[in-house]
């Protein structure tokens, strides 16, 4: 069963409720390095752009359970965005999540499912109230995002995307400024104390772009 929150960082998200959650990773504190491989075109082009190259950057360690998935969404061509914390973390962004936030262009039930099913989980499409879900064991830190604030259509957002390697998998992330547009837009109050750090972290990436060009 699950049930609709809305977190503060203005993203409507599906949340497990009533049920044994699963052990998973704790909150990303480990400094790692990674690498933005390209900022926009085609999914399977990994050409290094040096758009945020070796940021300092929160290391998110996925389980086997979280690794299959992803993997499975790329391999069957399902097209999603790590938006929310997850992606200012990989941007080089301090702070730390509980959550990773996916935001799909569209809730394709068969191949989600499939995708679920590799990694040895599931999929709900959600029914009345309930939204979809993903659900199974190390897969419960995941959570489908439905709407976001201040952002344009998913297709805009995805076309200038961010290519990162998360723990070796290539994922899209919204960019970091794009993050920050919604986390203004969503008004709350977490959200608005966290703005500062963000763009401090947004001014560091573009120095850090500028002196390389």
Known sequence: ??????????????????????????????????????????????????????????????????????????????????????????????????????????????????????????????FGVQPPALGGEGLDRLDIVLTASGLDSFDQEFARAYEYELDGVPVKVLPLDRVIASKRAARRLKDTAQLPMLEAALAVQRARKTSEE
């Open 1 to 126: 069963m699950t049930s609709t929150t809305r977190s503060a960082r203005g993203l409507l998200t599906a949340k497990p409720c009533g049920e044994r959650r699963t052990k998973s990773p704790g909150p990303i504190r480990e400094w790692t390095q990674a690498t933005c491989i390209t900022h926009s075109g085609a999914w399977n082009s990994l050409r290094g752009n040096g758009c945020a190259a070796d940021s300092p950057v929160f290391n998110i360690v996925l389980t086997s359970a979280e690794r299959t998935l992803l993997e499975a969404l790329n391999a069957l061509g399902i097209r999603y965005l790590v938006v929310g914390m997850g992606a200012a973390l990989l941007q080089g962004a301090p702070g730390t999540t509980q959550d990773f936030d996916l935001w799909f262009g569209h809730l394709d039930g068969e191949r989600l499912n499939e995708a679920a099913r590799r990694a040895g989980g599931l999929y709900t499409s959600g």
